[in-house]
């Protein structure tokens, strides 16, 4: 069923340095109330190799793991119209993002933002990052996490994340 669908709040801390940002949550993680809440996303297992906050904890820590590391969570998109879970399946003309200017004024110790796949990185940089003040901000699109992006290995996934924790000196 299509319908509009609304995204969470962000995981930040004040002193946060690094954002990393998705799409929108899917259908299990609306359900759950949790960001990437799907049993096969790879982001908590990775979460786990880098920081330690991994699904063996409770969703309130792990949360808690990545704000003590200075990882704040964050979708580009606030709303939009989509059927299922996919990202290719949002509706184009339906996308609203976030309020990134506030969320930056807010979170100033943040350099470097990380996108969880593509989408991620094109909605942000055709929507978001031309309403921005000129800014230090760096960024990096990382592989999906999502069971749904198949071309790489766990193994695979996992080594290019661990560019996160390397900004963060972990």
């Not at 954002?19 to 982001?43: D, T």
């Not at 184009?92 to 807010?106: K, L, R």
């Not at 942000?124 to 901000?137: A, D, G, N």
Request: hydrophobic share 45%.
């Amino acid at each position: 069923m299509t319908r509009r669908i609304e995204g969470f709040p962000p995981i930040a801390d004040a002193d946060a340095t690094v954002l990393i940002l998705g799409s929108m949550p899917g259908e299990e993680s609306l359900r759950a109330g949790q960001y990437y809440a799907h049993p096969r996303n790879a982001f908590w297992p990775i979460m786990e190799d880098l920081f330690g906050a991994g699904p063996g904890l409770d969703y309130a820590g792990r949360t808690a793991v990545l704000r003590a590391s200075g990882v704040a969570l964050w979708d580009v998109l606030a709303s939009c119209v989509r059927t299922g879970s996919l990202d290719s399946a949002i509706a184009g003309q339906s996308m609203a993002v976030n309020d990134f200017p506030a969320f930056f004024q807010a979170h100033s110790g943040i350099t470097r933002v990380f996108f969880n796949g593509a989408l991620a990185e094109k909605c942000f940089l055709k929507s978001v990052r031309p309403v921005l003040e000129p800014c230090s901000l760096r960024f990096q699109r990382l592989p999906s996490t999502s069971p749904a992006h198949a071309a790489l290995s766990y193994a695979q996934k996992r080594a290019a994340w661990r560019v996160v924790a390397e900004r963060l000196g972990a």
